[in-house]
Structures are given as structure tokens and as C-alpha cells.
């Protein structure tokens, strides 16, 4: 009966049990419906800035958002609880470079001007220290026993596009300290090209070394693709990566709790 139950409880467990909203959905739904009613309100009453709103909708989520963790804090434990975190803001992340991308593509707005929802925060600190956390959470569950083909995949993933993100901001620090020294304003600092894309690291070499050429030529975008593009496609594949290892994780995690509770039986 035992192995029966640990059996069904298993072919149970998917993505649901970490969207599952544990009795929130009535605040979910309200305070998204007064976040957008005050977002939209803000915009087009007060000519508040759109990043404003959309930081209102997300600090009044927070709440029945924490109330849920909380319950799978209790219900299905740490790993589970950081995974589901991790799986709910990374889908948030991914929407905002959706967002730039919709801005640039399809509403047409200038390059500099497609900066997502929340545009007003330092682009170089917020994605590098984003993506270090990113990196930080998915070795923590590795470590925690999430040992699943796609984790490990999301884990190369994660690791090359946080070097990605670390060769910019070490860049984005050099630019800052030369304009500092001469006077200029820093904001000229942000938006710089990283290993990746137009005006990259690959396309800056691929005249002086033969691989890079060829790996350039096999595939254009390495070296032609605006940044824009460059950080939509790194963010589509980390989201595609953690949904399958999101899943294969909330079993591999409930399996080994199951025959923990086994052995103590």
C-alpha cells in the first residue's frame, strides 16, 4: 500500500504542484484586477510613467504570493518552495524580454527606448546580479538532489549566460570609470555590446582568429544580432530549459521524500 501511494503520488506531481496557487487565486485575482485598475488609472490620469504601474501590480501580488510560498514551504519543503520561486520570477524576467522585444519589433519604438516594463533601473547591475542569483538557485537545487538531465542543461545554460552577462558588467565598469575621469555622464556606459551580437567580442575577433571566423560564418546572428535579440533568445532558453527540469525536479524531490518517510516506517 505504501509503494502504491509513493507510486501515485509521484505520477501526481508536475509543474501544477508548483503553480498551484494553495488557496490565494480569490487574492490573486483581486489585487491583480486593483493593480491594473491603479496601474491604469496612474498612467493615464496622473501621466505617471508606465514602469510605476506595473511596479504597483507587482508589489501587490507579492502578498498572495508569499502567503502561497509559504503554504509550499510547509506542504513540500525548501527546494520545492525556491524552485517555485524561482520558476515564477523567472517567467516575469522572461516577459520583460518579450516586452523589449514586442516594443522594438512591432510598436516600433527606438532601440534605446525598448526597455521593457521596468526601464528605469540600471540594466548592467540588474541582469549581471540577476543572473548570478539565477546561477546561485540552480546549483543550490542541484545540490539539494535535483540531479535531472534538464537541470544540469539549465545549469551550462545558466553558467554561460551569466559569463555573458559578467564580461558586460566588467565592461560596463571600465566605460564607467573612462567617462567618470573625463567628465561625461555614466548613462553612455549602459547598452554595450557583450561577448555575443553586433559590435561583440566574437564579432571584434573573428578577422584575426580562423574558428571564430568560421563559427561566425556558420552562424551569422553569433555576430550580427542586436543586443536586443541576443538577450531575448538567452532568456527563451532558460525558460524552455527550467520547465522541463522544473518538473522532473518536483518528482525527483517527492520520490526521495516518500522513501525517506519509507525508511523511518
Avoid at 510547509?74 to 514586442?102: K, N
Avoid at 545540490?143 to 553558467?159: H, I, K, P, Q, V
Wanted: hydrophobic share 50%; net charge neutral.
Amino acid at each position: 500500500m505504501i509503494i502504491q501511494n509513493r507510486s501515485h503520488h509521484n505520477a501526481a506531481a508536475s509543474l501544477w504542484t508548483l503553480l498551484h496557487p494553495r488557496g490565494q487565486m480569490p487574492l490573486f485575482v483581486g489585487f491583480l484586477f486593483l493593480g491594473v485598475l491603479t496601474a491604469w488609472l496612474s498612467v493615464t490620469r496622473l501621466s505617471m510613467p508606465l514602469w510605476s504601474g506595473v511596479v504597483v501590480v507587482l508589489a501587490l501580488l507579492a502578498y498572495p504570493a508569499v502567503r502561497k510560498w509559504c503554504a509550499d514551504y510547509e506542504r513540500l519543503g525548501l527546494p520545492v518552495t525556491v524552485l517555485s520561486i524561482l520558476l515564477a520570477t523567472q517567467s516575469f524576467h522572461t516577459v520583460e524580454h518579450i516586452a523589449q522585444w514586442v516594443q522594438y519589433y512591432i510598436l516600433a519604438y527606438p532601440l534605446q527606448e525598448s526597455s521593457g516594463l521596468i526601464s528605469p533601473l540600471n540594466a548592467e547591475i540588474v541582469h549581471f546580479g540577476w543572473n548570478v542569483g539565477v546561477l546561485l538557485v540552480v546549483i543550490y537545487l542541484i545540490d539539494s538532489g535535483m540531479r535531472n538531465g534538464w537541470m544540469w542543461l539549465l545549469l551550462l545554460w545558466a553558467g554561460a549566460h551569466t559569463a555573458e552577462h559578467t564580461y558586460m558588467f566588467v565592461t560596463y565598469l571600465q566605460e564607467v570609470q573612462w567617462l567618470t575621469s573625463s567628465g561625461a555622464s555614466i548613462s553612455a556606459a549602459q547598452g554595450l555590446p557583450g561577448v555575443l551580437g553586433k559590435g561583440g567580442w566574437l564579432a571584434n575577433n573573428a578577422a584575426t582568429s580562423g574558428p571564430i571566423a568560421f563559427l561566425c560564418t556558420f552562424a551569422p546572428g553569433l555576430a550580427n544580432a542586436p543586443r536586443l535579440d541576443v538577450h531575448f533568445w538567452w532568456n527563451v532558453g532558460e525558460i524552455a530549459l527550467l520547465l522541463p527540469a522544473a518538473h522532473s525536479g518536483i518528482r525527483e524531490t517527492i520520490v526521495q521524500g516518500d522513501e525517506r518517510a519509507s525508511r523511518e516506517l
